[in-house]
């Protein structure tokens, strides 16, 4: 054996087994789904990096009175006055965290102005009623530009128009249309008894109300367009099937669309829901904070005041979409999607 040989023949062998070709060999017997993750890493790590550290110097700041001058800290003091109501005298107007009870005794023990007037229970009317309509009026739009008819192009790029409108402009269009000397709407829905006659954009129920009607007539767009890629999905070959096969339109639907659908469906709802949670600018632009609160109004309005409060406030809003996720997420899971 050569000199050269005797020299080279150790260095081979160290490099065939060191940690650089010990990683290339794991990465070679990773399934596809296990390589896929490993890619996603670095990019799920930096993610949680910049999601994690706002959450948790918010939660430190929500553990202070007097976070500016002369902190104090005061443990959960700020969750415990939210939950318990002794948080109200620090809100915006007359402002509450939660639903106030009625004190007659009577039912029902939650009495409609004490839901109006809690951020909470305005939160979760706002979404649960935007997003249950979204949804239904989305999906049917989903159905009609997913057939095959003259002039769809342009149909589609109509519905798209109010999503694209910025919401401070959505929110003076409402404005103007219910104002009190230049709207027009006022006056037939008010005989129709839906609204207030007088003081609209001033009453907490005629104010929600329409705050929903704009949400549903802008973000509606958006539900169809994530269902209609769904739809766009599924194979044409099994409506074929289904049709040689005697189904009638309804059971191609409920067994054919609706489960297939399911996954970008669940994707929507969830989309949909985070953002309704987080609803602000559109209540700001048409009646204000104090009108129709919800939980972003609270972080804003109590936030050069008293910003340990809005950080609690901030915190808990936080976890509700969390929960919220977490049941979309578990309930796609479920159903094996």
């Known amino acids: 054996m050569s000199t050269e040989d005797r020299t080279t ?8 087994s060191g940690p650089v070709v010990a990683i290339t060999r794991w990465m070679e017997n990773l399934g596809e ?8 890493t670095p990019v799920m790590l930096l993610l949680s990096a910049i999601a994690l550290y706002p959450l948790l110097r918010t939660f430190e700041l929500s553990l202070y009175q ?14 415990v006055q939210l939950f318990t109501g002794g948080a109200s005298a620090r809100l915006p107007g007359s402002t509450t965290f939660l639903p106030g009870v009625s004190t007659s005794g009577s039912f029902p023990f939650v009495h409609v102005e004490g839901l109006l007037r809690s951020a909470l229970a305005v939160t979760l009317i706002f979404t649960v009623v935007s997003v249950f309509f979204e949804t239904i009026i989305g999906f049917g739009q989903a159905l009609v530009l997913d057939q095959d008819f003259r002039g769809r192009r342009w149909v589609r790029a109509a519905i ?3 999503w694209a409108i910025p919401i ?13 000397s230049a709207g027009f709407l006022t006056g037939p829905l008010s005989n129709l008894g839906i609204i207030a006659s007088t003081n609209t954009l001033n ?38 099937v289904a049709k040689v096969a005697g189904a009638t339109k309804w059971q191609q639907f409920k067994l054919i669309t609706f489960p297939l659908v399911l996954p970008a469906l669940g994707i929507a709802v969830l989309f949909r829901t985070i953002d309704a949670m987080r609803i602000y600018g559109l209540i700001d632009s048409v009646s204000g904070c104090t009108t129709v609160p919800s939980l972003s109004c609270m972080v804003v309005e109590t936030f050069n005041t008293n910003r340990g409060l809005a950080a609690a406030v901030a915190f808990v809003t936080a976890g509700l979409i969390a929960i919220a996720v977490m049941g979309v997420i578990y309930q796609q899971y479920k159903e094996g999607f």
């Open 66 to 79: 007097n976070v500016l001058s002369d902190p104090e800290f005061v443990g959960l003091e700020n969750y």
């Open 203 to 240: 009453d907490p129920f005629s104010s929600l109300l329409i705050i929903t009607v704009a949400d549903i007539w802008k973000t509606t767009a958006f539900m169809a367009l994530l269902i209609l890629a769904g739809l766009q999905s599924i194979d044409r070959s099994l409506y074929d």
């Open 9 to 16: 023949g150790p260095t081979r062998q160290s490099n065939r």
């Open 160 to 162: 798209i128009i109010p």
């Open 168 to 180: 401070v402009i959505q929110g003076m269009i409402f404005y103007l249309m219910f104002h009190p």
């Open 33 to 40: 789904t296990g390589f896929a993750y490993l890619l996603l």
